[in-house]
């Protein structure tokens, strides 16, 4: 396939999902392929494809509906933005308490890495900047290994696996045996912490759960690790728990 008819292919597939999302709930073959601009053939070849996946559904003779597969896509996409927009008022709750960089770190099980998804900077001028949508490895500080700590034991040795050394330190894994005890503890204790005096960098985060236990990502508090001191050693991650706990009750998580 060139890359033209792939561009062609993609856009045909875009517009049979405008046409469902705008259209009627049920369309014949013909209705839809009058409604998409192409041929009936053409349509049929994609309907296809999308009844194996259960993106579609056949409601009778000649009728196609959207599927149950297409709802629990959308319902994925929308917990994310449901996410964004309840866990706001806990990075303003943990930014007003502390007056620290309070980040909301999303998972992205499809890379088996995770974005920041929203953040408010310290008013310090020295501070740590996540820049929005920046990419985090779960192999390294508080936010990837909170979120690591929680993964299947096989999707957490393919991250491991991708990742030898540290994207800021360049300092190698420690041994697996040595980390699974650090996630094991993570787990137990409900958050990770993470200092590097050498880096000036430190930050405490706590996991972020969906339904059914799935970790969705991580609210997190980071610092230079100049300014991590007992009072926010000792505070912190309670803090950060709390609200943690809160989103996740939220967006349907039950303990």
């Not at 508090?221 to 505070?235: D, K, S």
Request: net charge positive.
């Amino acid at each position: 396939m060139t890359a033209a008819d792939a561009r062609g292919a993609a856009d045909r597939t875009l517009r049979l999902l405008q046409c469902f999302a705008e259209g009627e709930r049920e369309f014949s073959l013909k209705e839809l392929a009058e409604r998409a601009g192409f041929a009936p053939s053409t349509a049929h070849r994609l309907l296809r494809v999308w009844v194996r996946k259960g993106l579609v559904e056949r409601g009778g003779s000649k009728a196609y509906r959207l599927g149950s597969e297409i709802f629990r896509l959308a319902s994925l996409v929308l917990q994310k933005f449901d996410v964004q927009r309840l866990a706001r008022p806990c990075l303003e709750e943990l930014w007003t308490e502390w007056q620290e960089t309070a980040s909301l770190c999303l998972y992205r099980p499809a890379t088996l890495r995770a974005h920041i998804a929203d953040s408010i900077r310290t008013p310090h001028p020295l501070q740590m900047v996540f820049e929005p949508q920046a990419e985090i490895s779960l192999a390294w500080g508080s936010m990837g290994r909170v979120i690591l700590a929680h993964l299947s034991r096989e999707d957490a040795d393919a991250v491991l696996a991708q990742n030898h050394t540290g994207p800021l330190s360049g300092k190698p894994l420690p041994s697996r045996r040595r980390l699974r005890e650090e996630l094991r503890q993570i787990q137990q204790r409900g958050f990770a912490v993470y200092e590097d005096k050498c880096l000036d960098v430190a930050g405490v985060s706590a996991p972020v759960f969906g339904q059914g236990r799935a970790v969705l990502g991580c609210l997190a508090v980071t610092l230079p690790a100049t300014r991590f001191r007992l009072p926010l050693r000792q505070g912190l991650p309670g803090a950060v728990m709390k609200r943690a706990r809160r989103l996740s009750e939220a967006v349907g998580f039950r303990a």
